[in-house]
Every structure is written in C-alpha cells, then in structure tokens.
C-alpha cells in the first residue's frame, strides 16, 4: 500500500496563496491517481481536486476552480496543490490520497478516490479574513 505524506498547510490572509505537497513513499506515477479533499469543522468531506499521473488529466471542484492548481512531478513521486486567491471557506483540514488509476476512474467527483485510496494525514489550512 502507498503511504503518502501530506505538508504545506498554514495559516495565510485572504487573498494569499499557499502550495501543498503530497509525497509519496515508492513510484506511483503512471498507474495511480492522486488528489486532496479537505474536510472543515462541521461539515462533510469535500473532493478539491486530483490528477492522474499517467495521463496529466484534471479534476476540479466548482469551488475551487479557477484558483486552485493541481501538478505532479513524477521525479519526485510528489503531487502539489497550488492554492491561490484563497477565501476563509477554504480553511479546512486537507488529505492526500491515492489510488490505482483503474479504480479511480472516472476522476469527475473523485468517488472512485474516496472508496479505494490511501490516505495520508490531513495539513491543517487556515485562511484568515
């Protein structure tokens, strides 16, 4: 089983930017796809985003569209989230996760993530207004 390791969060004002890293112990690059939820106090688990790292193919959540970035770097086995022009609806607790692409499909709702992925330990994303 991949174990990953999720670092980058913090507390930033309003209209910052922050960048997430997920790494990953071993190669997972080519056959599994990785993404972020982010759960906030009181509310459910949300998909942000995920990317497969066979293809590059995205996935984005409406709400963060447009100011969120996802990458990876296969050299690395790392997987970032650039986070930009954040608002206080995004502070949250933020997880990696990742799994074989076969069963991540199709990426749209990051369902097939939520069900079968590994899932590394939350950073905690705090955006102050």
């Known amino acids: 089983e991949v174990q990953l390791q999720a670092s980058g969060g913090g507390l930033v004002q309003a209209g910052g930017s922050l960048r997430l890293s997920c790494s990953a112990s071993?190669?997972?690059?080519?056959?599994?796809?990785v993404g972020w939820f982010r759960q906030a106090p009181g509310k459910e688990r949300e998909g942000v985003s995920c990317?497969?790292?066979?293809?590059?193919?995205?996935y984005y959540a409406d709400s963060v569209k447009g100011r969120f970035t996802i990458s990876s770097d296969n050299a690395k086995n790392t997987v970032y989230l650039q986070m930009n022009s954040l608002e206080p609806e995004d502070t949250a607790v933020y997880y990696c996760?990742?799994?074989?692409?076969?069963?991540?499909?199709?990426?749209?709702?990051?369902?097939?993530?939520?069900?079968?992925?590994?899932w590394g330990q939350g950073t905690l994303v705090t955006v102050s207004s």
């Open positions: 990317i497969s790292t066979s293809d590059g193919s995205t």
């Open positions: 071993g190669s997972i690059f080519d056959d599994y796809a």
């Open positions: 996760v990742a799994a074989y692409e076969q069963l991540a499909l199709p990426l749209e709702g990051m369902r097939g993530l939520a069900t079968f992925g590994s």
